[in-house]
Every structure is written in C-alpha cells, then in structure tokens.
C-alpha cells in the first residue's frame, strides 16, 4: 500500500495536471471576452492557446534532462513557482502581444511541472502500487478539458476573463507551500552534456507539428501555409530521430520504446489521447451550434463525462489487478470508440438523459484506458530509463492531446463537404473519431497475456490462469 506522504505527492501532481490541463483548453470559451477588453479579434485570441500547447510540446522533451542535471525536486518547485506567477501575468496582460508572451512564460512551467512531478512520484514506487499511484495523478487530467466548457462560461458569464488566470494563484501558491513540504531533497545526477543538436531538431519538429495543427484548425489560414509547417514538422521529426537513435548521450533515449508495454502506451495510448481531448471540443460545438443550447446548459451536459470519470475512478486498480492490462484495454478503447460514434446518433430531439448516460460511459471508458496505459508504461521500464521513458510519455501524449482539436476540425470540415447539413457533418466527425480508436484496440490484443502483470496484485488463481494464457500464446506462436 501507498504510504500517507507519497499519496499526498500523487495528489499534488494531480493538481498541478490538473492547472495545466484546464489552461490549456478554457480560455478559447473566454475567446469574444478577451479580444473585447483587449481590442482585437476573437480569431486573433486563439494565438494565446495555441503558443500555450506549442510551449508545452516544445520544453516536455527537456524534463527528463533538468531533471537529473538540477534534481527533481529544484525543478518542479521552480516550475510551480514560474506557471504561478506567468498565471498573475496573464490577468494583468494590457494587450495581446503581452498576454502571448506571459502564456508562452505560463506554458514553459507547465512542460516542467508536471512531467517531472510524475517523475517523482514513480521513483521509488513499488510496482504494485503503480495503479493507485497513476489513477490519482490521471483523473484531473482528464476532467479539466470536461470542465472547462462550464466553468470557463461561468467565470465569463459573471465575472471577468481574467479570473481564468487568478485562479492558477492562489492553487499554484499551495502547491507551493505543499511541494516544499513533501518533496525531500535529492542529490542531482552527473547527466551527459545536454544534446544540443537533438533539442533543435526535436524541438523544430514538435513546435512545427503543433503550429500545423493550429493553422488546420484556423479557418483564416491556408492550406498552403498548413501543408508548409507540417512538411517542415515532418522533415525536423525524422532528422530528430535519426539523430537520436545514432548519438551516444541523446536528449531523450528511443531505446525505451523497445519495450512492447511501454511502446504501446506511449503510441496507441496517445491516439487515445488525443480521442479522449477532441471529443470535449465536438460536443459543446454540437449542442450549441446545432442543437441551440446555451453555454451553461452544454457546459452542464458536458460534465457527465467527468462523471463517468470520477464514476469508475475507485474501482480502476481493483479492475486492473482482477483483469489485467490487455482484456481492460482492449474494452475500454472498443468502449471509448462506441460512446464516441453513437454521439453521431443525437439529435435535438435526444433526451437530455440519453445524452448524459451515453457521456458517462465514454468518460468510464476514457478513465480506465488512459490509467491502464499510463500504469503500463513503467511498468515494464527499468529504473535507469525511467527518465527517458517518463520524457517520451508525456511528450506524445501532450502532443496528441494539442493534435486532438485539429484531428476534429479535419474531420468536421470533410463531413461539412461530404454531406447537406451540419448534423450530419457532426456525425461524419464523431464517427471518424470513433474509428480511430480500432487501432489502438488492435493494439491492445497484440500485447501479451502476461504485459504489466509485474504492476499488479493478483492471486494463486489470478496467476495459474496467467500462465495458462502465456502458454496458450506460446504454443500458438
């Protein structure tokens, strides 16, 4: 069992995921409000949100390296004391060009905080507490893209934009003070000198990948001008890994994706990733530009994915540890697909109820498949790569959940061009979006009976089915 102080440090980084999380999707519902006060256009404002997730996409990679250069402790208080105050900056920003800027300042902290506190956490974690340990970091991940439709409606329906922002103070002021007091002191590593050459390319290739996710999602851009940035993205990428893979000391190890658990959770796990973070955009788009709901009112149906969420949270280790990884993901990303594509089935005419069920049971499954690959991902990684696989998971899946929106945009516009109405071209992008989920289901059934069974608690019984099920697989390989 998890003691008291290491629960205490899983919820912290909970929060501060939480923080992130939420600032990266609920200014766009302050969007009219902002480029009111600050004299410019709605589409402009969307800049602010997109140099957010490009500064997030951009810096993640460098966790894993400050991190054993500084120790981790120094870098997460720094980075809870820079999003903290780049936060206060952000409410008292006179004009666009200055509010950019402090979301820029908002987003460096946030790729620092919440990689490396998940790195603290998992250091020293036995296995067998992995679950519990990850099922408290990863549910306010996964509420805050919920919640920020409502909540983001409420701030700017009563009170000012800029309270989106304050709030981050007083939070980021106790994370703080709770961060000093859990976290003991380390002793900094002695890591290789830092990959110069890697962070460029690295760098280069995600910050252009994410701006071409922004210009696909702008209705004011190009298709020339997306297809540029992505060619660049592509180019950069491939330059990245090809250097990554040759260098002796590279910024972040590839070598860690040779493990089939871990490659499976960093790469299909991110295509759920960025399922679970686009169907929150869809929804309240539908509800409101289709269906006529207000913004509370959507906001409010919204929220029963979090429902779901925090619903099935309890009884997500228990699950893990009577089923196993492969069955549980296997069911949840079908599950996840199915909540997806049945929301092509609304119409106005729908029961708000049937809406909030069929919500519900999307955010269940959503939770338990991003626990389970979150938990799987370490399971299986040695203690000396942990921070490199830490550095390559939180990299992917902060990078599908920026690419989420504009794989839903994508998906909306070819729907709006295939079919006569804009229901049905909501229902050629929920059911694309649900589709997607096949691959990392197949996924899922490739990996092995026996996959993560390290991070789990399991009877006699548990494990003689266990071996009976590696050994069917071995006989039928």
Request: glycine share 8%; hydrophobic share 55%.
């Amino acid at each position: 069992m998890m003691d008291s102080r290491r629960r205490g440090i899983a919820l912290l980084v909970a929060g501060c995921f939480f923080m992130e999380m939420l600032d990266g999707t609920i200014v766009s519902t302050a969007a009219p409000r902002i480029a009111h006060d600050l004299h410019t256009t709605p589409s402009s404002v969307g800049l602010i949100v997109t140099a957010y997730l490009v500064t997030l996409a951009v810096l993640v990679p460098l966790s894993g390296w400050l991190a054993a250069r500084f120790g981790p402790r120094r870098v997460f208080l720094t980075a809870i004391a820079v999003f903290t105050l780049a936060s206060l900056s952000c409410a008292l920003a006179p004009n666009l060009g200055v509010l950019v800027a402090t979301r820029v300042l908002q987003g460096a902290g946030g790729a620092m905080m919440v990689p490396v506190g998940r790195l603290v956490v998992l250091t020293g974690t036995d296995r067998r507490d992995l679950p519990r340990a990850v099922a408290y970091i990863v549910w306010p991940g996964l509420a805050a893209p919920v919640v920020a439709p409502l909540l983001g409606g409420a701030i700017t329906t009563y009170a000012s934009w800029q309270w989106i922002f304050l709030l981050n103070v007083p939070l980021g002021a106790l994370a703080l003070l709770v961060a000093r007091r859990l976290i003991a002191p380390g002793v900094p590593d002695t890591p290789p000198p830092l990959d110069l050459l890697g962070v460029l390319l690295t760098c280069t290739g995600l910050a252009a990948l994410t701006w071409a996710a922004h210009l696909v999602s702008e209705t004011r851009s190009t298709p020339v001008q997306a297809a540029v940035t992505g060619v660049i993205a592509v180019v950069a990428l491939v330059a990245a890994v090809r250097h990554l893979l040759r260098t002796p000391h590279p910024l972040v190890n590839l070598r860690a994706l040779d493990v089939p658990s871990f490659r499976a959770a960093a790469l299909d796990g991110a295509l759920c990733m960025a399922v679970v973070s686009a169907v929150p955009f869809l929804l309240p788009l539908l509800f409101q530009e289709v269906f006529g709901w207000g913004a509370v009112k959507s906001g409010a149906v919204v929220l029963f994915v979090f429902v779901g969420n925090i619903g099935i949270k309890p009884a997500t280790t228990s699950l893990i540890n009577r089923f196993g990884f492969r069955p549980l993901l296997v069911v949840s990303t079908l599950g996840l697909g199915a909540a997806t594509a049945s929301c092509a089935l609304f119409t106005a005419a729908t029961p708000v109820a049937v809406i909030a069920v069929v919500a519900a049971l999307g955010g269940v499954a959503r939770s338990v498949g991003l626990t389970g690959y979150s938990t799987i991902a370490f399971s299986e990684t040695r203690p000396e790569r942990l921070r490199d696989a830490n550095a390559l998971f939180a990299t992917s899946h902060q990078l599908a959940a920026g690419l989420g929106v504009a794989i839903a945009t994508v998906a909306l516009r070819g729907g709006a061009a295939l079919t006569d109405g804009p229901r049905a071209a909501y229902a050629v992008a929920f059911v694309t979006l649900g589709a997607l989920c096949l691959a990392p289901m197949a996924g899922a059934l490739r990996l092995h009976p026996a996959a993560g069974d390290a991070a789990r608690t399991i009877t006699a019984g548990q494990a003689s089915v266990t071996r009976s099920a590696v050994s069917d697989s071995r006989k039928s390989d």
